[in-house]
DNA sequence: GTCTAAGCGGAGTGTTCACTCCGTATCGTA
DNA sequence: TACGATACGGAGTGAACACTCCGCTTAGAC
């Protein structure tokens, strides 16, 4: 929850408080009105000034950038749990749990999947040996792949995106059938999946696009 | 395409083809940045001022709903077509040829399923009699609601606004996997699925998130 | 051809944002 | 306790946007 990342000299006690009340504040603004929030209504909830909030954090965007992080850090450590599931249900395990946990952060989903960072690398490699896990144990179809597991996940933050503040926990009844629709099964699936390389362009223009706007 | 709704005194023949091009140059600018364009830019790719524009939709809202029933008009009516497909083939037909449509205005989806008006009734009530065919000859399993469908398609509005620019046909492989977990099976789904009430006040409720931001 | 209701363009208006600047306050060291 | 470095607040700035207003133009009835 600490999630440092301290550059070089640590912050004034204060200062460092104030991140803490921004970061915080921030979630919970994004969750209520969406990534449109305002930077002022932000730093009116965290109990400080506009000023503070632009020395922490440089732009919007970092600040965003900083929870993206989190969530980020969050999802590899549920990865790397469910590796550990015995009988090639980490997968399952995972698409749930972090379902479960992204839905209490729907407010800025749309910019998970789309940093250049490390971080979604490692994610990505995980979630794909939890696939070869669950093949092995022929509990999901041989012809799923890792993009299709991408594409789910923003299957999942589509219905997020809709239903969250009414049915909060609609999304695991579209997980059922996500899952049902991945189990083995006599014949495969009609079209091709996407291609890992087109996958990324995908990943990359998506970004540049919550950018430009 | 053309979506009369001529409210009483046609208009002059010169202001009628200025609507047409309006609207024609909203679903381009749309497509390509979103519903945050701006009017002044949509005004611009139609050739007239956005005066113009203005005179002919009172606000940016009524312009996106004109485009909205076009897109209901045209849904309702491949429900329609649907429902003579033999064999309870119609929903996976109707899916199928929807999306593809609906692709094609990704832009402004967002707002297709959270008007008032008569035409969204009309197709959910069109929709419901697509699935009670299908499953009545065990093509789709019993365990699935309307509300189900509702949620996929939200579903599906997530992975096209992913994937448009750069995979245009990506969702075709995502509404396989979704239609592999239609398919009837040993178990039900795990969860309980939305009641009609609650999906209601789901779309209410987004409309309303929509217009206050 | 004339006349007028209908239509037109686009500068202007008010508002909302992200972001900056600087005089003031506080931390923490000695 | 004193003092410099660090941090603070929030008015101010410029850009972008939805929407309005009005002097000019044009369709089309006679």
């Known amino acids: 929850m600490t999630l440092a990342t301290h550059a070089q000299r640590p912050l004034r006690k204060d ?6 009340q921004l970061l915080t504040a921030a979630v919970l ?9 305002s930077v002022t209504e932000i730093a009116r909830v965290a109990g400080v000034g506009v000023g503070t909030l632009y020395r922490r954090f440089p732009t919007k965007e970092a600040l965003v950038d900083a929870l993206v992080r989190e969530i980020l850090d969050t ?3 549920m990865a790397r749990d469910a590796l550990k599931s015995p009988g090639g249900t980490g997968l399952e395990r995972f698409l749930e749990a ?5 839905a209490e952060h729907a407010g800025y989903l749309r910019r998970l999947w789309n940093t250049d960072h490390e971080m979604v690398k490692t994610a990505r490699q995980l979630i794909a040996r939890l696939l070869v896990d669950a093949k092995k144990h022929d509990l999901i179809r041989h012809d799923l792949t890792n993009t299709d597991l991408s594409l789910a996940m923003f299957s999942l933050l589509g219905v997020l995106e809709a239903t ?3 049915a ?3 999304w695991r009844r579209h997980l059922d059938l996500l899952i049902a629709g ?10 091709r999946a996407l291609s890992p390389a087109t996958l990324d362009k995908v990943l990359a ?4 696009s919550l950018v430009s706007e």
Chains 1, 2 share one sequence.
């Open 15 to 20: 200062a460092e408080q104030h991140r803490q």
């Open 98 to 102: 972090s379902s479960a946990y992204q």
């Open 75 to 77: 999802t590899i450590q």
């Open 182 to 191: 991945m189990r083995p099964a006599a014949s495969d699936l009609p079209h």
């Open 29 to 37: 603004v994004f969750n209520e009105q969406g990534l449109d929030a």
């Open 164 to 166: 969250l503040p009414v």
């Open 205 to 208: 223009t998506h970004k540049a």
């Open 168 to 170: 909060p926990d609609a």
